[in-house]
């Protein structure tokens, strides 16, 4: 049975808007990412919250930022969960249409090659449905058809 390490990471919002257009980077709210790692590599769920900075959505009814009013304000404002993409994350190249990255975050900065945007919407159903544990299934689920337990570049399905 494969041993796997399963992380929960959120990136914060920025607000990176600039009137100068070569500076300006526009705004996004903050990601969670759900990993599991094991020896073959790794497979990701990304779940763009839409949870945005204050400034950004401004302050609901005045109340201020505590409680369901932050949560109202961001609501009112169109900002739900956005189901973002499935990925693997191998240290070899597995198909001719991946991309590679010299500093995978999920590998612990080695190189790596994957592909993504898979299944967003199944794992975001999985979660509402069945939580933490059911998502960990359905990422085990994929690992193993994406990337098996070999090392050596073999497609597994």
């Known amino acids: 049975m494969t041993e796997f390490t399963k992380l929960i990471e959120f990136a914060p919002a920025f607000d990176k808007r600039n009137l100068d257009p070569r500076k300006d980077f526009g705004i996004h709210g ?7 790692r094991g020896p073959a590599g790794a497979v990701t769920f990304t779940l763009y919250t839409g949870w945005h900075l204050p400034e950004v959505v401004g302050r609901g009814d005045g109340v201020g930022l505590g409680g369901w009013h932050y949560g109202k ?6 900002h739900y969960p956005m189901p973002a993409q ?10 001719d249409y991946e991309t590679g990255s010299e500093k ?4 612990g900065g080695v190189p790596c090659y994957g592909d993504g ?4 919407d199944d ?9 933490t544990e059911g998502l960990w299934k359905f ?5 193993e058809g994406w990337l098996g337990d070999d090392t050596k570049g073999e497609t597994n399905g």
Do not use: M
């Open 30 to 36: 903050a990601e969670a990412h759900f990993c599991l």
């Open 117 to 120: 945007t898979f299944l967003a």
């Open 123 to 131: 794992a975001f159903e999985v979660l509402i449905r069945e939580g």
């Open 104 to 107: 995978c975050e999920w590998l």
């Open 139 to 143: 990422l085990e689920s994929r690992y």
């Open 73 to 78: 304000a961001l609501i009112e404002r169109g």
């Open 86 to 95: 499935v990925s693997y994350h191998s240290p070899v190249k597995r198909n």
